[in-house]
C-alpha cells in the first residue's frame, strides 16, 4: 500500500438525510469517516474510509486522561452549477500540524490528509446541503489511544475526519450575538497551548460560558490571562472591532488562535483598502470609543460562526449596544462577500477556493 492509498469500505445501510432547511450546527453525520493510525516505529498507516460508526478505546487510552488531541474545522459548499467547493483546505492541515506540534503530536503528511478529505466528500458527495447559509462542516481531529496512565506523549494515535451538514452556528443566523465580556476565568496565556486548536482549551471556557448563557448572552469574549484586561478571542471566533473607520483586531500574540477566517477577512480588508490595525487592544479602549460613540461595528469570525455581528457587549456593569444592536454595514459587506466566495458566487481574487474534482484542484485556475 502506497502512503496515499486509502481502501474505501462503504456502507450498506446509509441513513437517512435531514432536510436542508432544518440543519443546526453539528447534530448530524454523514455516511462514512476517514481513519489513519499511528504507532511508533511504523508511522502513519492503514487509510480507510469506513461507514460512520462508534470507535471503541481502552479506558485508558491516553486521550481521556490527558487530554493529549487536537482537531479542525473546515467546510465544502456546493455551488449553483453542482460543483464542490472547499474554503483554503491546506491551510487547516497546516495549522493541524501546528497544533499536532504544541500537543506532542506526531506530524502528519498533509498531502495525504487533503487526499483522504477529496475522498471522503466524493463517497459522501450526496450530502453537503445547498440551502441558503448551510454547508458540509468538515471535523478532522487525532487522539492519542495508547493504553496507559504514563504522563508522556503516547506511543499511538488516530486521525480521523467526520462531516456534517450545518446550518448557522448561532441560533441569530447573521443577526447579532450578544456577548458577554469575561472578567474572572481566562481561556490561556502566552506560553500555554491557546495557539493550538485542543480539546482542553475548549473546556477550559465551558464554565465561563455556561454562566454567560444563564444570563442570555451567546459567548464570552477572552481577556488576557495576566492583565485581565486586552481582548483576546471569542469563544469560537477571533474578534474584530471597527474604531473610527480602522477595523482592529487582536494581533497574534502566543495564546489566541490563529483563525483562517480571521486571516482571510484581514486579507479582504486590505485589499478594499480600509485600514486595519493588529494590535493589543484593552477593553478600557473599547468601552472608551463605545463612550464616544466611535466604535462603530463588532463582529466575530470562524469557520463555524462564518461573520457573526455582535449586538452587545456586557463588561462587568457596562453594557454596550453596538450600532444600535443591528448587523453593521461592513460586517454585512464582508459576510456577502465571503461566503459568496465560498459559494463560487463572487469573484475570488485571492485563489482561496479550491474545487473537489477527481483531485482537488484551484477554483480559478
Ligand atoms: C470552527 O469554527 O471550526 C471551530 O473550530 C469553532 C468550534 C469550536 C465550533
Known sequence: MTAHSI????????????????????????????????????????????????????????????????????????????????????????????????????????????????????????????EEGTSLYIRPFIIATQASLGVSPSLQYQFMIIMSPVGAYYAEGIHPVKIYVESDYVRAVKGGTGVAKTAGNYAAGLKAQEEATSKGYSQVLWLDGIHRKYIEEVGSMNVFFKISGTVVTPALNGSILDGITRNSILQLLRHWNIPVEERQLSIDEIYEAYSNNTLEEAFGTGTAAVISPVGQLLWNDHQMIINEGKTGELSKKLYDTLTGIQKGEVEDPFGWMVEVTDQLVRANG
Open 7 to 130: 481502501h474505501i469500505e462503504k456502507t450498506t445501510n446509509p441513513k437517512q438525510k435531514p432536510a436542508s432547511n432544518q440543519l443546526v450546527f453539528g447534530k448530524y453525520f454523514t455516511d462514512h469517516m476517514f481513519i489513519l493510525d499511528y504507532e511508533e516505529g511504523k508511522g502513519w498507516h492503514s487509510a480507510r474510509i469506513v461507514p460512520y460508526q462508534p470507535i471503541t478505546l481502552d479506558p485508558a487510552a491516553r486521550v481521556f486522561h490527558y487530554g493529549q488531541t487536537v482537531f479542525e474545522g473546515l467546510k465544502a459548499y456546493l455551488t449553483a452549477d453542482e460543483k464542490v467547493l472547499l474554503f483554503r483546505p491546506e491551510q487547516n492541515f497546516k495549522r493541524l500540524n501546528r497544533s499536532n506540534e504544541r500537543i506532542s503530536i506526531p506530524a502528519l503528511d498533509e498531502e495525504l490528509a487533503l487526499e483522504a478529505l477529496r475522498q471522503l466528500i466524493v463517497t459522501d458527495r450526496d450530502w453537503i446541503p445547498n
